[in-house]
Nanobody, 123 residues
Framework: QVQLVESGGGLVQAGGSLRLSCAAS????????MGWFRQAPGKERGFVAT????????YYASSVRGRFTISRDNAKNTVYLQMNSLKPEDTAVYYC????????????????WGQGTQVTVSS
């Protein structure tokens, strides 16, 4: 497994931008597909975006497609989530996760999780 630490969350006005980072340590980062999930109060943790181990493929939830971009730098053992045109409904705790098996939109396919970073979007 890998250890994951998210950063970059905060308070932003609607229409603004934030970039989340997730630093990984432990086993070979470049062999893992990576994902971002989020959990709002009273809701289940849901899929946001995922990227393949090489960075060649990425998928997004329909609610964020066109506004969010997932990327990774395997030399720095880091995955990013660039969030633009933020909306109040994007408010949540954002988690990064690592999958040793495959790129996936399912929580159950991810082996390791970070502690989460809070994103709050004010209207």
């Amino acid at each position: 497994q890998v250890q994951l630490v998210e950063s970059g969350g905060g308070l932003v006005q609607a229409g603004g931008s934030l970039r989340l980072s997730c630093a990984a340590s432990g086993r070979t980062f470049s062999s893992y597909a990576m994902g971002w999930f989020r959990q709002a109060p009273g809701k289940e943790r849901g899929f946001v975006a995922t990227i393949s181990s090489s960075g060649g493929s990425a998928y997004y939830a329909s609610s964020v497609r066109g506004r969010f971009t997932i990327s990774r730098d395997n030399a720095k053992n880091t995955v990013y989530l660039q969030m633009n045109s933020l909306k109040p409904e994007d408010t949540a705790v954002y988690y990064c996760a690592a999958s040793s098996s495959r790129i996936s939109v399912r929580r159950g396919d991810y082996d390791s999780w970070g502690q989460g970073t809070q994103v709050t979007v004010s209207s």
